[in-house]
């Protein structure tokens, strides 16, 4: 059973930056998808950023410019910058992974994704 596990939320400011991590039990450097959720108090779960293991990256419209997902593989590790942070981006922050490729484009839809952290709470003030 592989496990995830975020750090790195907190509370911050809006305009501030925060960088999350999301730490895997397994080898993830053969054909491994990762990405980012997060859930908002009464929304449903969104994807937020999406990364293959070769150059494909993919963001929902609106952390484009703001947020940048990458990886290190021989850490184990899924990173998520956060700049220019804004109160919309408050919420739960997941990890999410499956084993095989991402595709042309990765997934957001949640049920993509058979592995999921536990979350780590963003919150943003104004």
């Known amino acids: 059973q592989v496990q995830l596990v975020e750090s790195g939320g907190g509370s911050v400011q809006s305009g501030g930056s925060l960088r999350l991590s999301c730490a895997a039990s397994?080898?993830?450097?053969?054909?491994?998808?990762m990405a980012w959720f997060r859930q908002a108090p009464g929304k449903e779960r969104e994807g937020v950023a999406v990364?293959?293991?070769?150059?494909?990256?993919r963001y929902e419209d609106s952390v484009k410019g703001r947020f940048t997902i990458s990886r290190d593989d021989a850490k184990k590790t899924l990173y998520l910058q956060m700049d220019s942070l804004k109160p919309d981006d408050t919420a739960m922050y997941y990890c999410?992974?499956?084993?095989?490729?991402?595709?042309?484009?990765?997934?957001?839809?949640?049920?993509?994704?058979?592995?999921w952290g536990q979350g780590t709470q963003v919150t943003v003030s104004s």
């Open positions: 999410a992974a499956y084993w095989f490729l991402c595709g042309d484009r990765g997934s957001f839809a949640p049920g993509a994704y058979e592995y």
């Open positions: 397994a080898n993830t450097s053969l054909g491994v998808c």
């Open positions: 990364i293959g293991s070769g150059t494909l990256t």
